[in-house]
T-cell receptor
Framework: EPEVTQTPSHQVTQMGQEVILRCVPISNHLYFYWYRQILGQKVEFLVSFYNNEISEKSEIFDDQFSVERPDGSNFTLKIRSTKLEDSAMYFC?????????????FGPGTRLTVL | GENVEQHPSTLSVQEGDSAVIKCTYSDSASNYFPWYKQELGKRPQLIIDIRSNVGEKKDQRIAVTLNKTAKHFSLHITETQPEDSAVYFCASPGQGTALIFGKGTTLSVSS
């Protein structure tokens, strides 16, 4: 069964550094998402991407964040200058067309630790 | 935007008992209501979902009910087993496609 994959599984960085989290969505999916989950808390929406542009974003997704689909398979989240409070699990998700169901499939996550 | 409230935050049951988790949502335009199960350190996994044109959906020991008038939906797990122990999240997309999650319910099933 196809799955969303994410790399790396764990990223440790120093405050102020830039990080890029990578995702490979399911191949025929068209909607892509980034969510984050601070330890012990709920899953929070960051941004959605459709047709090569951002379709929705939350208040969390400020100027420090950007997303890109650099080629036909990867979907990346960049944090320009990391803060301590960016430490969280970051999940990528993808979804096909609505006529095939609304289910969002989550990747295994990248645990980001900012020191 | 959409706001999703989930109760209870923790739930402890004996093996074989039923468990019920409830969520309310704010955006009347929401038309899709999934439930995700998350085991420790793992990704959220969809266990059941319901669309707004249906009042109830069942899949073996789990069921979801939806009351659009009252804007709430519930997860029902019957004959609970220790492997049902996990954190359960409800979610709703509001007017977009992005999921807004509840705060989660930690279910503990003791044998």
């Amino acid at each position: 069964e196809p799955e969303v994959t994410q790399t790396p599984s764990h990223q440790v960085t120093q405050m102020g550094q830039e990080v890029i989290l990578r995702c490979v969505p399911i191949s025929n999916h068209l909607y892509f998402y980034w969510y984050r989950q601070i330890l012990g808390q709920k899953v929070e929406f960051l941004v959605s991407f459709y047709n090569n542009e951002i379709s929705e974003k939350s208040e969390i997704f400020d100027d420090q964040f950007s997303v890109e689909r650099p080629d036909g398979s990867n979907f990346t989240l960049k944090i320009r200058s990391t803060k301590l409070e960016d430490s969280a699990m970051y999940f990528c998700a993808s979804r096909g067309l609505a006529i095939r169901g609304n289910e969002q499939f989550f990747g295994p996550g990248t645990r980001l630790t900012v020191l | 935007g959409e706001n999703v409230e989930q109760h209870p935050s923790t739930l402890s049951v004996q093996e074989g008992d039923s468990a019920v988790i409830k969520c309310t949502y704010s955006d009347s335009a929401s038309n899709y209501f999934p439930w995700y199960k998350q085991e420790l350190g793992k990704r959220p996994q969809l266990i059941i979902d319901i669309r707004s044109n249906v009042g109830e959906k069942k899949d073996q020991r789990i069921a979801v009910t939806l009351n659009k008038t009252a804007k709430h939906f519930s997860l029902h797990i019957t004959e609970t087993q220790p492997e049902d122990s996990a954190v359960y999240f409800c979610a709703s997309p509001g007017q977009g496609t992005a999921l807004i999650f509840g705060k989660g319910t930690t279910l503990s099933v003791s044998s």
